[in-house]
T-cell receptor, first 110, second 114 residues
Framework: RKEVEQDPGPFNVPEGATVAFNCTYSNSASQSFFWYRQDCRKEPKLLMSVYSSGNEDGRFTAQLNRASQYISLLIRDSKLSDSATYLCVTCEGGYQKVTFGIGTKLQVIP | EPEVTQTPSHQVTQMGQEVILRCVPISNHLYFYWYRQILGQKVEFLVSFYNNEISEKSEIFDDQFSVERPDGSNFTLKIRSTKLEDSAMYFC????????????FGPGTRLTVL
């Protein structure tokens, strides 16, 4: 059974569009949640942490629903530079046991 | 800006050989990690390391693998008797600085087993 499940996409959206990604996790012991971004053949880089209260960083908004074990990422006003794979990540036990989703590929089209 | 570095960037080896992948974590970090990513697949956690010992490991991290922090700066992953299916990108990461939640990843070592 997959522990962190994501739609792999690709999501092809025009510049300026709003796009939303979802992620579900099966490990109820997960304590911390993150979205990472990975460009082709590059290392993952932290985009933002995800909190139950929801958090926003510029054009990016992340939400966590612990009851449904569901995480979301919303990107507003998409830029060409947003094209990447977005990885949903959960951590258990003080950041020791880390689980990545397969990632959702986003392609922003001019 | 401090960064995690990894060497070599690409390692080619024959099946059955041993390889050592090297990482230099960010200097004030306390937690160190190894991950692997087979081409086209997800990033998989291998092991975490804190206070000079393994704190967590996945089922992938069997007796074929070992980690070491031989000095104050390097963090190594040794893979004994490599198999074809060990071919992957191996990422090192570290965390535990001011931004304690964030794991900073190195650029990775691409391992090719022939």
């Amino acid at each position: 059974r997959k522990e962190v499940e994501q739609d792999p996409g690709p999501f092809n959206v025009p510049e300026g569009a709003t796009v939303a990604f979802n992620c579900t996790y099966s490990n109820s012991a997960s304590q911390s949640f993150f979205w990472y971004r990975q460009d082709c053949r590059k290392e993952p880089k932290l985009l933002m942490s995800v909190y139950s209260s929801g958090n926003e960083d510029g054009r990016f908004t992340a939400q966590l629903n612990r009851a449904s074990q569901y995480i979301s990422l919303l990107i507003r006003d998409s830029k060409l530079s947003d094209s990447a794979t977005y990885l949903c990540v959960t951590c258990e036990g003080g950041y020791q046991k880390v689980t990545f989703g397969i990632g959702t590929k986003l392609q922003v089209i001019p | 800006e401090p960064e995690v570095t990894q060497t070599p960037s690409h390692q080619v080896t024959q099946m059955g050989q041993e390889v050592i992948l090297r990482c230099v974590p960010i200097s004030n970090h306390l937690y160190f990690y190894w991950y692997r990513q087979i081409l086209g697949q997800k990033v998989e956690f291998l092991v975490s390391f804190y206070n000079n010992e393994i704190s967590e490991k996945s089922e992938i991290f069997d007796d074929q693998f070992s980690v070491e922090r031989p000095d104050g700066s390097n963090f190594t992953l040794k893979i004994r008797s490599t198999k074809l299916e060990d071919s992957a990108m191996y990422f090192c990461a570290s965390s535990g600085g001011a931004e304690a939640n964030e794991q900073f990843f190195g650029p990775g070592t691409r391992l090719t087993v022939l």
